[in-house]
T-cell receptor, first 112, second 112 residues
């Protein structure tokens, strides 16, 4: 199993550009999550999904969109990138319980 | 007041020392308590978890929860340079991951 795979690892965007952060898991997990991690701020939940076709907002959803057409994939879309979206983004998945969580390696995004 | 407080460190100790990492919290409804280890430029990795109160031991690591004081600890015995990482505490009222609150992390350096 590859676990949770995130692509790209690094990206520099210009203000106003758009991009999609990819997340894939091969563990047949139901729940998938997108977090952002900023220095001194901890992990903040952006969006989550409890299964294919079902998504919901987390704590900091503004400026982002998600979709979940398959169990395996959970892409995060940034429209009109802003400097405030400079962060490290982590995707996570769990099968059922909070104690079974797996994180990807992260995507380091800089908006200039 | 933040819901979960964690001293950011950095904490620097000599190899072989006993390390104590701590978090305090304000939400008395938290039932699941987790510790994550995050190496530089990597995703968080679930290290240990406890449900409700008490201690849990796994090799050199011991997790302790004191619900009366709203205080959790992670002890690392015989610390090794490979333990150098940022340690995040995380807490949840239920098993559902969308409700997990993370601490900001404590950076630990174990000096050979």
């Amino acid at each position: 199993n590859a676990g949770v795979t995130q692509t790209p690892k690094f990206r520099i965007l210009k203000i106003g550009q758009s991009m999609t952060l990819q997340c894939a898991q091969d563990m047949n997990h139901n729940y998938m999550y997108w977090y952002r991690q900023d220095p001194g701020m901890g992990l903040k939940l952006i969006y989550y999904s409890v299964g294919a076709g079902i998504t919901d907002k987390g704590e900091v959803p503004n400026g982002y969109n998600v979709s979940r057409s398959t169990t395996e994939d959970f892409p995060l879309r940034l429209e009109l990138a802003a400097p405030s979206q400079t962060s490290v983004y982590f995707c996570a998945s769990i099968l059922q319980e909070v104690t079974e969580a797996f994180f990807g390696q992260g995507t380091r995004l800089t908006v200039v | 007041q933040k819901e979960v407080e964690q001293d950011p460190g950095p904490l620097s100790v000599p190899e072989g020392a006993i390390v104590s990492l701590n978090c305090t919290y304000s939400n008395s409804a938290f039932q699941y308590f987790m510790w994550y280890r995050q190496y530089s430029r990597k995703g968080p990795e679930l290290l240990m978890y406890t449900y409700s109160s008490g201690n849990k031991e796994d090799g050199r690591f011991t997790a302790q929860v004191d619900k009366s004081s709203k205080y959790i600890s992670l002890f690392i015995r015989d610390s090794q340079p490979s333990d150098s990482a940022t340690y995040l505490c995380a807490m949840s009222v239920t098993g559902g991951y969308q409700k997990v609150t993370f601490g900001t992390g404590t950076k630990l350096q174990v000096i050979p």
